[in-house]
């Protein structure tokens, strides 16, 4: 094997696993500078001299006008020589075969020069025969995705992954999906592809059926106290958001002791612990009663509340989270007992109370969750380095026309992005104005709201921007129901109370929709329980106990939100 002048004519271009021929007017600079640094590598075959190694030298030297050229002469036939050359193209450490070249040149050395996947094992290109079988693979992948591979935006083992999955569509999701990301790995992808995997099995079994509303009614409104969420199962919401009723006297909660305010919340909390789904969240919005007991003219004290929740809903799994302050800013109110003047006492200064608690709990469990809704539903960099701050600045509502207690929107709105997917359920379950459906529905999830004051019907049509025309229309007539007149109303009580081994005294609320026609599922009764004692005052009875004082009263007409 020496090395011998040959004539330009007598060679011919042969079998190259390299496709790219990248940096040729470099290299021709080189050859006429310094002449050929390396001899071509040939084979004779006849009268001709094919190349193993040299191809693109070979077409410089050619358009250099050379008539002659060295050469290497190897003692190989046709087959071992496709082997050869890509054992010199691989040596080129500064041009190296890209993954779709060395895909290419096994399948040519399959197909073309006759080579078994066990002689290509023997010759050292893989470890294994999964590994040949993966290579392949990649010449399997769209054209766009080989070229993503050969310039190295997408790794090889990355590609064996995608190429793995057969459907084409689920294919073009995970190459869409991980072209998008910043940081890449393996795993990464690995994870995605099962979790689109999982997500088109998901999309098949997702329950998708909307709980419906009495006719007469506002989409996705339940005019009903939210301690009965019959429209819902168990454990199937997502997302909770609710600003239960303060105990402050507001023009809802009027004439309700402390005392009744408590017993509320041990109605309704632990209904709506029940109705979460295992890895749902539930954000309360509440603050703490200040001047408590001043209206038994003891000295005043804050009344704590956040215990209250926490330990309602422990029971059902339900973990604080986490808590934001809600600071609403009003750096100056108009009122006697936080202005300063020479009648201020010292050691008696009064804070302004301008902050809220979010209570942000989460029930035991995992949500099954799609992974292309878990990328569209992220918030952003930005959003999160905003939100990521346990305190919230965010002004409240200022003029409080329809409802004294409205929110501000972009609380629930960054509830919502923050603990809900696309598309999922988040429910109010103590819906004043409607402020948080507007928000789900403007994020494109689904939303829901119980209230039991049946005077913020219009409020919350307007928030919506509902019409009487828009409202639930009486879908089948033959399942309306019974017409009830007065008479036959209190004999529909008369038998519950019956069958349910009660008197009229065991009563203690009863929910009727008000309609015309009405069946006798809709009507429903609060019972005492067996242990419990009738409450002298009656459910709504006025007590003396412990309602918010004036100043209460003033900063919350003027700002509570
Ligand atoms: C603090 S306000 C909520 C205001 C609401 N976040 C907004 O932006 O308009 C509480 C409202 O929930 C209603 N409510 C309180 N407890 C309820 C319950 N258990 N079920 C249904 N409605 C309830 C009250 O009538 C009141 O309108």
């Known amino acids: 094997m020496g090395v011998k002048n040959i004539n330009i004519n007598l060679i011919v271009e042969g079998y190259s696993p390299r496709q790219n021929y990248k940096g040729k007017e470099e290299l021709k600079g080189s050859i006429e500078k310094e002449g050929l640094l390396e001899p071509l590598l040939v084979r004779k075959d006849g009268n001709v001299y094919v190349i193993i190694a040299g191809n693109r030298r070979f077409r410089v030297v050619k358009e250099l006008g050379w008539k002659a050229v060295e050469c290497i002469i190897e003692d190989a036939d046709e087959k071992a020589a496709a082997h050869l050359s890509y054992l010199t193209n691989s040596e080129d450490l500064r041009n190296n075969l890209n993954p779709i070249e060395v895909a290419l040149h096994l399948k040519e050395m399959r197909e073309k020069f006759g080579y078994s996947v066990q002689d290509l094992l023997d010759l050292g290109y ?5 590994t040949i079988y993966n290579k392949l693979n990649l010449l399997k992948l769209p054209e766009d995705v080989q070229e993503k591979i050969a310039e190295g935006t997408i790794t090889p083992t990355e590609g064996y992954r995608i190429a793995a999955v057969k459907d084409s569509d689920l294919q073009a999701k995970v190459i869409d999906t991980i072209s998008g990301l910043k940081r890449r790995s393996v795993r990464k992808t690995e994870r995605i592809i099962k979790n689109l995997i999982d997500s088109v099995n998901y999309g098949k079994e997702a329950p998708d059926q909307p709980p419906q509303v009495p006719e007469g009614d506002i989409p996705g409104v339940f005019f009903h106290d939210s301690s009965h969420m019959r429209e ?61 007991g001043t209206k038994q003219e003891t000295e005043p004290e804050i009344q704590v509340m956040g215990q209250f929740f926490q330990e309602l809903l422990r029971p059902l799994s339900i973990r604080l989270r986490d808590i934001k302050i809600w600071d609403k800013g009003m750096t100056f109110v108009n009122n006697r007992q936080v202005s300063f003047n020479d009648d201020t006492k010292h050691t008696s200064y009064r804070s302004l109370h301008n902050f809220e608690y979010i209570y942000i709990l989460k029930k035991d469990g995992k949500r099954e969750v799609p992974y292309d809704l878990e990328l569209k539903s992220r918030i952003s960099e930005q959003e999160w380095k905003e939100w990521v701050t346990g305190i919230w600045r965010i002004d409240p509502v200022r003029r409080q026309k329809d409802h004294p207690a409205q929110f501000p929107e972009e609380l629930p709105r960054r509830l919502i992005k923050m603990y809900s997917y696309e598309g999922d359920i988040v429910v109010d379950t103590a819906l004043g104005s409607g402020t948080t459906i507007k928000v789900a529905l403007e994020l494109g999830r ?25 409202l639930k229309k009486p879908e089948v007539e033959e399942d309306r129901g019974t017409p009830h007149t007065i008479n036959e109303f209190a004999k529909t009580i ?47 009875g006025t007590s003396e106990l412990l309602r918010a004082d004036d100043y209460e009263n003033e900063m919350t007409s003027q700002e509570v939100s």
Not at 126 to 130: E, F, H, L, S
Not at 239 to 257: A, H, Q, R, T
Request: charged share 35%; net charge negative.
């Open 232 to 292: 819902f199962e168990d454990e199937t919401i997502p997302l909770i958001i609710v600003s239960p009723n303060y105990g402050v006297g507001l023009e809802y909660e009027k004439e309700v002791s402390f005392k009744d305010h408590k017993k509320d919340l041990e109605k309704y909390v632990p209904e709506w612990g029940r109705k979460l789904m295992p890895g749902g969240y539930l954000c309360i919005n509440f603050g703490d009663i200040h001047n408590f």
């Open 494 to 540: 008369g038998d519950m109370l019956a069958e349910n081994n009660k008197t009229p005294k065991d009563i203690v609320s009863v929910r009727v929709p008000l309609k015309s026609v009405l069946s006798r599922d809709e009507i429903e009764i609060d019972w005492l329980n067996d242990d419990e004692e009738p409450d002298p005052s009656g459910p709504t």
């Open 126 to 130: 893989a470890k294994d025969d999964q």
């Open 446 to 470: 689904r939303g829901y709201g119980y209230e039991r004051d049946t005077r913020y019907k219009p409020v919350i049509m307007k928030k919506l921007g509902i019409k009487e025309e828009d």
